[in-house]
């Protein structure tokens, strides 16, 4: 995998903008001082400061060009990120190769050009191998730098990367679950009004009036990641209410929240919950199903006797406290938690703050 973390703004700057030959040029001071820190006047002093600034600018300039050049070179063909000891290794090797080669070619024109040192009958070879130690020894920082500069930013870019990609799949989930919502809600109302219209036409007209008010509330969160725990309480017992019409007696229940609570939920958790409850249980006269919703320090529990169906009805989507317990995981680092005794079923919701 290449990886491309060379901007536009950084090739702009290495070549030869004003920037760069500035630093260049101030590098080379500073190695012209540390070479001669006692020269300060006189005109040959002077001429051998210039000398010696001369020919370290074009090393600085050389080295620090070739240095560029090999760390984008790198930088589109080995990934830090996933290889980075070969990375190391290859980048430091083909960085003191071409210090070595390049600073020689430099001290041998400029000594042989422009000092006039030697003549081509009678090259000093080591002399101008031992010339080079010194731009090798600068090469070390040199390459030290490159090296720290191009793990940084590639490591700010992949993190950068990594954390959009993760709030895109995120979103991509969290808003896949929420289109399960509204079917879901819907495709079940009308499996009970459809059995409510053969048993007594005059309770499914007073369903189809609540069922329309619950809807509203329905449209009006489809988009939100969290409601308020207030209204998510309102619709609650609206739609308990609803479901109170199909079942009467065989459906009890209570609900132990003050007013002007804080906090919030998802959106339509508690309905998943009761409609959970109602699916898997028993209601009838005989038999009645007690439903307790109760808010007890930053989490709301939703309890429910058990008194399991012999049989699931047919038409189910699938949906509940898997979509639930998901969506909090998308949401926050707080958990649902459930409790089955034998007895009772219990979902307790964590409290979220917007």
Same mark, same amino acid.
């Given at each position: ?232 309480? #309102?619709? /609650?017992?609206?739609? $308990? +209410?609803?479901?109170?019409? !199909?079942? @009467? ?5 209570? %609900?132990? =929240? ?56 047919? #038409?189910? /989507?699938?949906?509940? $406290? +898997?979509?639930?317990?998901? !969506?909090? @995981? ?5 958990? %649902?938690? =459930? ?16």
């Amino acid at each position: 995998m290449c990886a491309r973390s060379s901007s536009k703004g950084s090739r702009e700057f290495w070549n030869f903008s004003r920037g760069f030959l500035a630093g260049n040029a101030v590098i080379a001071l500073l190695i012209t001082l540390f070479i001669c820190p006692s020269c300060s006047s006189g005109e040959k002093i002077i001429s051998a400061l210039a000398d010696d600034f001369l020919i370290s600018f074009i090393l600085s300039t050389t080295l620090s060009y070739g240095g560029f050049l090999i760390e984008d070179y790198f930088d589109q063909r080995i990934s830090w990120i996933e290889y980075p000891v070969k990375r190391l290794l290859l980048e430091c090797l083909c960085y003191l190769i071409y210090v070595f080669a390049a600073s020689f070619s430099v001290i041998f024109v400029y000594s042989l050009i422009v000092r006039q040192s030697f003549t081509l009958g009678n090259i000093p070879w080591k002399e101008l191998v031992q010339w080079t130690k010194f731009p090798m020894r600068i090469s070390f920082i040199v390459s030290f730098i490159f090296i720290s500069r191009s793990f940084l930013m590639e490591w700010r870019k992949t993190a950068i990367e990594a954390e959009q990609l993760k709030a895109e799949r995120f979103a991509s989930q969290y808003q896949s679950l929420k289109d399960q919502l509204n079917p879901h809600f819907l495709f079940n109302s009308l499996n009970v009004l459809s059995n409510l219209v053969y048993e007594n036409p005059d309770t499914s007209a007073k369903f189809i009036r609540q069922l329309s008010r619950i809807y509203r509330y329905v449209l009006d969160v489809q988009q939100e990641e969290l409601v308020p725990l207030e209204k998510e309480m #309102e619709f /609650a017992e609206n739609y $308990l +209410a609803l479901q109170k019409i !199909r079942f @009467e007696e065989g459906l009890v229940y209570h %609900i132990h =929240v003050g007013e002007n609570v804080r906090g919030s939920l998802p959106p339509l958790s508690l309905q998943l919950l009761l409609e959970n409850a109602i699916k898997h249980n028993v209601a009838s006269k005989q038999q009645p199903l007690v439903i307790e919703i109760r808010l007890v320090g930053d989490e709301l529990i939703v309890e429910n006797n058990l008194q399991p169906r012999s049989s699931l009805p047919e #038409e189910s /989507a699938g949906v509940g $406290l +898997a979509n639930v317990s998901k !969506r909090y @995981e998308l949401l926050s680092d707080k958990k %649902i938690a =459930v409790l089955n005794n034998g007895n009772t079923f219990t979902v307790k919701l964590p409290i979220l703050t917007p």
